[in-house]
């Protein structure tokens, strides 16, 4: 069965610092997200990304935050200057736009910022 | 603003029994619901994807209902078993390719 490769599995990093998170989308899937999951909380939406664009954007989604797809196999989450507050597991997620079909789910990265 | 409810946040139950489990959503202008499965610190596994055009999907021990115009939707799990133990979302979307609302899960624990 195809999947959603995410990597690391696991950052840790110190405030300030950057961090890119890597997924690996399945191959004929044309939407790619990424959503975020602080613990104990729901899974919240950040971006949506087609045509090597953004297609939607949430609040969080702020000037902190980018994505690219650099190789057109990668699709990457960029978080400058991170914070406390970024701690969370990210998750990659694709689908191929059309009515009916599922998204799948990566299996998330867990970034704690210390 | 479309908002996502599960009810109850958590549940208990002996191995065996068949058990349902609830979500509602505000905006019945929906395109797809969807139903995932997380075990603890790990990723969403797809279950059920019923379109808005459905009333219900099956997969296994699994049945999805959806009744849009009331906004809910309920999986029904039959015959549970320990293995069944997780964290159930439910989330929607509105059109194709747009982002998922979700709500906050139901904790499902099946003891043996």
């Known amino acids: 069965e195809p999947e959603v490769t995410q990597t690391p599995s696991h950052q840790v990093t110190q405030m300030g610092q950057e961090v890119i998170l890597r997924c690996v989308p399945i191959s004929n899937h044309l939407y790619f997200y990424w959503y975020r999951q602080i613990l104990g909380q729901k899974v919240e939406f950040l971006v949506s990304?087609?045509?090597?664009?953004?297609?939607?954007k949430s609040e969080i989604f702020d000037d902190q935050f980018s994505v690219e797809r650099p190789d057109g196999s990668n699709f990457t989450l960029k978080i400058r200057s991170t914070k406390l507050e970024d701690s969370a597991m990210y998750f990659c997620a694709t689908d191929n736009g059309q009515g009916g079909t599922e998204a799948f789910f990566g299996q998330g990265t867990r970034l704690t910022v210390v | 603003k479309q908002e996502v409810t599960q009810i109850p946040a958590a549940l208990s139950v002996p191995e065996g029994e068949n058990l349902v489990l609830n979500c509602s959503f505000t905006?019945?202008?929906?395109?797809?619901l969807q139903w995932f499965r997380q075990d603890p610190g790990k990723g969403l596994t797809s279950l059920l994807l019923?379109?808005?055009?459905?009333r219900e999907q099956t997969s296994g021990r699994l049945n999805a209902s959806l009744d849009k115009s009331s906004g809910r939707s309920t999986l029904y799990i039959a015959a549970s078993q320990p293995g069944d133990s997780a964290t159930y979302l439910c989330?929607?979307?509105?059109?194709?390719?747009?982002?998922?609302?979700f709500g906050k899960g139901t904790t499902l624990s099946v003891s043996s």
């Open positions: 905006d019945s202008a929906i395109y797809n």
């Open positions: 019923i379109q808005s055009s459905q």
């Open positions: 990304f087609y045509n090597n664009e953004i297609s939607e």
């Open positions: 989330a929607v979307d509105n059109q194709a390719g747009t982002a998922l609302i």
